[in-house]
C-alpha cells in the first residue's frame, strides 16, 4: 500500500473513532469498545475501494455486501457509512433516540447500506451464508463480508453457520473475526475460553489468515488474499484492541458498552487526534 | 345445514391427504414456474415432503442438517438476494427452538421467507410430546409481521402454498403428519384473512382450523342430524383472523366454539376470544389440549384423550345449547 492510501486510510480511521465518541456521547449509551475496535477495518472496507457498493445506489443488485454480526458494534457502522455518503451525516447524532433511523441495533429497513439487522448475537454469520448462497446462485460475483466478535463464537449458531459455509464450499464468503479477547463479563479465555480459534476455523473447513486488525498493509493483504480464495469460506482473523485509540477504553471491558461523558469524550477525542 | 354457497367448493371426502403432501408436490410444481423459489431443510425432507423438490432442482434444495438456528437466519439471508425461501422442519423446531432467530433474522426485517412446519399437534402420534407442537401459533401469532395460516386439507394447503409464494412477507404454514379427508375440491380458493362457512344454523359458531376441521365438521353434521343446526367455520388464517365471519355468526349465535390440535392459549381459541372480548363480549369454549403436554398413542386415541374429538365436541355443544 502506498503512503498516500495509508495517509488517507488512517485520516478516515480517525474520522471514523471522533464520530464514534460524538455520537455515544450525544446518546448517552452504546457500545464505545467492539466500535473503536474496528475502525481501522472499516476504514479500508469502504475507502480504499476493496467493497463494490455505491452509496447513490445502495441496492445495487451486484454489490458486495458487509452484514455485522456483533450489531451492537453499529457506531463503527453508522460512521462510516454517513462518512462514504449512504445517508446525510446530521443523523449520527440521533443515534438512539426516539425516531432515529439509527436504532440501537442496526435496522435494515431503516438504513441504507445495513445489509442485515442484527444485535442478537450469532445470527448475522447465518444471513451472510444465506446472502452468499443466493449470489452464487444468481452467479454473481460479489462477495459477502460477515464481522463477528470473539464472544459472539460462544453462540452455537456461530459454528452451525461455520460447517455450512465450509459444507457449500461458499468462496464469495469472508469473515472477519474482531478477536479483541473481551466480551461483557470479562475477558474472554476467563468468561468463556473459544481458544483455540485459529485452529477451531480449520478445523472447520474455513481457509484462515491471521492479522493484527491496526495494520493496514495487514488488512490489504488478508482482503485481497481471501477474494482469491474460491471453494472456502475465508476467515480473517483480525486480533485488535478494543476500545483502541483511546487509552483509558483499551483492554477495559467496563467500555463495552457504556457512553463516555462530555470530559471523557473531549479527551478521548483529543487522544484520537494526537 | 350446508351453506349454499359452499356447495361448488366442496370435495366428495373419500379422498385422503397429509397436507405435508400437498406441500411437497405444490413446492415441486412451483419450483417450475418459479426459478427464485428454494428450498430449506434440516435432515427432516422425507418426512416434510421437500424431498419431492429436492429430487427435481438439487440445485436450489439446500439440506442445512440438524441446525434450525442457523437455517431459519440462512433463510432470511437468501431472501435479501431476492430468493423465495420455503423452510421445513417439525413444528416443534420451527418455532419454539428458533423463535428469536425467526424473530430477529425473519420477522423485524420483514423478509419474505416461508416456514413451513409439518407434524405439528398431537395428531404427530406416536413420537410423543417432544415431536408434538402444541404451542407453535402462540409463538407465531406473538411475533410481529408474521402470518399464520393452518390448512385443512390438501386442496387448502396447495392454495395456501401458491399464495404465499407470490406474496411478500414472512409466513408460518402450519402442516399435519396424518392423512385426513379432502374437505375442499380445486374450485376452492384462498383468500387471506378470509375463513369459509360450511355449515349454518342458529345454535352455535364452531369454529375449528387445520386437522381438526375434518372432525368438527363431522360433529356439526351429525349434530344436525340431531337437529342442533350451528355455523361450522373453517379458519385457515389465523392471522390475519377473519374477524368479520366470526363477528357476524357470533353475532347471530351468542356462543361460539373453538377446536384446535394445539394448547388452548394462544391459538386459534385465543385469536377468537381477543376479538370476540373486545367487539362483541358472548360466550367462547376453547376446545384443544388443555395446557398439558402431548404423548404417545395414536392420532385419533389422543384427541379422543385430551378429550377434544368428534364425541367430545359433540356432548359439548349439547350441554351448552340446552
Ligand atoms: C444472543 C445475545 N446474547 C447476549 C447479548 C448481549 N451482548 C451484547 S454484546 C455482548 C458481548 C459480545 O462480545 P464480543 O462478541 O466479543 O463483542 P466485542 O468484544 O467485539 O464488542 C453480549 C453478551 C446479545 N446481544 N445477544
Ligand atoms: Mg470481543
Redesign the pocket.
Known amino acids: 500500500m502506498d503512503a498516500e492510501m495509508k495517509k488517507m486510510l488512517e485520516g478516515k480511521a480517525e474520522d471514523i473513532r471522533v464520530d464514534i465518541i460524538d455520537m455515544l456521547c450525544e446518546s448517552g449509551s452504546g457500545h464505545p469498545g467492539?466500535s473503536l475496535s474496528m475502525a481501522d477495518i472499516f476504514s479500508y472496507l469502504y475507502f480504499s475501494g476493496s467493497l463494490n457498493i455505491d452509496p447513490e445506489n445502495p441496492r445495487m443488485e451486484d454489490r458486495d455486501r458487509v452484514v455485522l454480526s456483533k450489531g451492537h458494534a453499529c457506531p463503527v457502522l453508522y460512521a462510516t457509512l454517513a462518512e462514504k455518503g449512504f445517508f446525510e451525516k446530521s443523523h449520527l447524532k440521533t443515534l438512539r433516540k426516539f425516531g432515529s433511523i439509527l436504532q440501537g441495533h442496526p435496522d435494515m429497513k431503516k438504513v441504507p447500506g445495513v445489509e442485515m439487522s442484527t444485535g442478537s448475537l450469532g445470527q448475522g454469520l447465518s444471513a451472510a451464508v444465506g446472502m452468499a448462497m443466493g449470489l452464487r446462485l444468481d452467479k454473481k460475483d460479489a462477495h459477502v463480508f460477515a464481522i463477528l466478535?470473539?464472544?459472539e463464537c460462544d453462540e452455537g449458531q456461530i459454528w452451525e453457520a461455520a460447517m455450512a459455509a465450509a459444507h457449500y464450499e461458499l468462496g464469495n464468503l469472508i469473515g472477519i473475526l474482531?478477536?479483541?479477547?473481551?466480551?461483557i463479563d470479562g475477558f474472554?479465555k476467563d468468561v468463556m475460553n473459544t481458544e483455540p480459534m485459529i485452529d477451531k476455523w480449520l478445523s472447520f473447513g474455513w481457509h484462515v489468515i491471521e492479522i493484527d486488525a491496526h495494520n493496514f498493509d495487514e488488512i490489504e493483504s488478508a482482503i485481497s488474499q481471501a477474494k482469491e480464495v474460491k471453494n472456502a469460506p475465508v476467515m480473517i482473523v483480525a486480533n485488535s484492541v478494543?476500545g483502541k485509540g483511546v487509552s483509558f477504553m483499551e483492554n477495559e471491558c467496563g467500555w463495552h458498552g457504556k457512553a463516555p461523558s462530555l470530559e471523557e469524550a473531549e479527551k478521548a477525542k483529543s487522544e484520537i487526534a494526537g | 345445514m350446508l351453506n349454499k354457497d359452499v356447495q361448488a367448493i366442496l370435495s366428495d371426502e373419500n379422498k385422503k391427504a397429509a397436507t405435508r403432501t400437498a406441500y411437497g408436490e405444490k413446492i415441486a410444481e412451483l419450483g417450475e414456474l418459479n426459478k427464485d423459489i428454494v428450498v430449506l431443510d434440516c435432515d427432516l425432507s422425507k418426512s416434510t415432503m421437500t424431498s419431492v423438490f429436492a429430487k427435481k432442482f438439487p440445485d436450489r434444495f439446500f439440506d442445512m442438517g440438524i441446525a434450525e438456528a442457523n437455517m431459519m437466519s440462512v433463510a432470511a439471508g437468501l431472501a435479501t438476494t431476492g430468493k423465495i425461501p420455503f423452510a421445513s422442519t417439525f413444528a416443534v423446531f420451527a418455532t419454539k427452538r428458533v423463535a428469536d432467530q425467526i424473530s430477529s433474522s425473519i420477522a423485524y426485517p420483514g423478509l419474505n421467507v416461508k416456514i413451513c412446519a409439518t407434524h405439528a399437534g398431537l395428531s404427530v402420534g406416536e413420537d410423543g410430546a417432544t415431536h408434538q407442537a402444541i404451542e407453535d401459533v402462540a409463538i407465531m401469532r406473538a411475533i410481529p409481521g408474521i402470518t399464520v395460516l393452518s390448512p385443512c386439507d390438501g386442496t387448502e394447503t396447495g392454495k395456501i402454498i401458491e399464495y404465499a409464494a407470490s406474496h411478500y412477507g414472512p409466513y408460518y404454514i402450519r402442516l399435519t403428519r396424518s392423512n385426513i379427508p379432502v374437505i375442499f375440491n380445486d374450485n376452492y380458493k384462498f383468500e387471506l384473512g378470509r375463513g369459509t362457512k360450511i355449515l349454518e344454523g342458529p345454535k352455535a359458531t364452531l369454529v375449528s382450523t387445520g386437522f381438526m376441521t375434518h372432525i368438527a365438521l363431522q360433529a356439526a353434521r351429525e349434530l344436525s342430524d340431531e337437529g342442533i343446526e350451528l355455523d361450522f367455520i373453517n379458519m385457515p388464517s389465523i392471522k390475519p383472523l377473519d374477524e368479520e365471519l366470526v363477528l357476524e355468526s357470533a353475532g347471530k349465535t351468542r356462543l361460539v366454539v373453538t377446536v384446535e390440535d394445539h394448547n388452548i392459549i394462544g391459538g386459534l381459541g385465543s385469536a377468537v376470544c381477543e376479538l370476540l372480548s373486545e367487539k362483541m363480549p358472548v360466550k367462547v369454549i376453547r376446545m384443544g389440549v388443555m395446557d398439558k403436554f402431548g404423548a404417545s398413542g395414536e392420532p385419533m386415541e389422543l384427541i379422543k384423550a385430551y378429550g377434544f374429538d368428534k364425541e367430545s365436541i359433540k356432548d359439548k355443544i349439547k350441554s351448552l345449547v340446552k
Do not use: I
Open positions: 467492539g466478535g470473539d464472544g474482531d478477536r479483541n479477547g473481551l466480551q474472554t478494543k
